[in-house]
T-cell receptor, first 119, second 112 residues
């Protein structure tokens, strides 16, 4: 598509429930990133995919969080046994390549985010 | 984890005024970026800086990559109401793929 698409835009759930957030990156972008943005703060890195594999998942806060990208395009962020502290905006971004270096191919384009509220 | 200190946290200025904000880090970055975020949207890239000392402009925006690689600033000249939003700096560490570390943001409010 023309941009990074995230669904749902808003999700309200109860503590202890399971949640899935979906990201559809820009067509042809091989790298995909998940970030979490708490109220009043900057985005924090969660996980990065290069193709189908998770190249870096060092930002995932604990084992309740998991993400997949089975066909190297759409990605799903999964949160088990949600807690109130999980409430945040979950941002997805994609880039043409995932290699550090110079040039526009490494620029991340962000989606509008999925706002998760855990009651 | 890595921390970027961004200041000021917020600014309330008169339309037409110039604005300056900056980021500092205890670590060296090899790329600095500046993003703008509006309510209900994701961050949008404004300027990317790839070399120490680099000074880059994008319309009324000018940003510089500090010589020490540990800081960057963003200037907005002749502010207009549509400049309202939250501005974030972001740094990329060498050998960290494309993972970005973001500052805490500067909330800009412009009074017409």
């Amino acid at each position: 598509g023309a941009g990074v698409s995230q669904t749902p835009s808003n999700k309200v759930t109860e503590k202890g429930k399971y949640v899935e957030l979906r990201c559809d990156p820009i067509s042809g972008h091989t790298a995909l990133y998940w970030y979490r943005q708490s109220l009043g703060q900057g985005p924090e890195f969660l996980i990065y995919f290069q193709g189908t594999g998770a190249a870096d998942d060092s930002g995932l806060p604990n084992d309740r969080f998991f993400a997949v990208r089975p066909e190297g395009s759409v990605s799903t962020l999964k949160i088990q046994r949600t807690e109130r502290g999980d409430s945040a905006v979950y941002l997805c971004a994609s880039s043409l390549r995932g290699l550090a270096g110079v040039g526009g191919a490494n620029v991340l384009t962000f989606g509008a985010g999925s706002r998760l509220t855990v009651l | 984890g890595q921390q970027l200190n961004q200041s000021p946290q917020s600014m309330f200025i008169q339309e037409g005024e110039d604005v300056s904000m900056n980021c500092t880090s205890s670590s060296i970055f090899n790329t600095w970026l500046w993003y703008k975020q509006e309510p209900g949207e994701g961050p949008v890239l404004l300027i990317a800086l790839y070399k120490a000392g680099e000074l880059t402009s994008n319309g009324r925006l000018t940003a510089q990559f500090g010589i020490t690689r540990k800081d960057s600033f963003l200037n907005i000249s002749a502010s207009i109401p549509s400049d309202v939003g939250i501005y974030f700096c972001a740094g990329q560490l060498r050998n960290a793929g494309n993972m970005l570390t973001f500052g805490g943001g500067t909330r800009l409010m412009v009074k017409p």
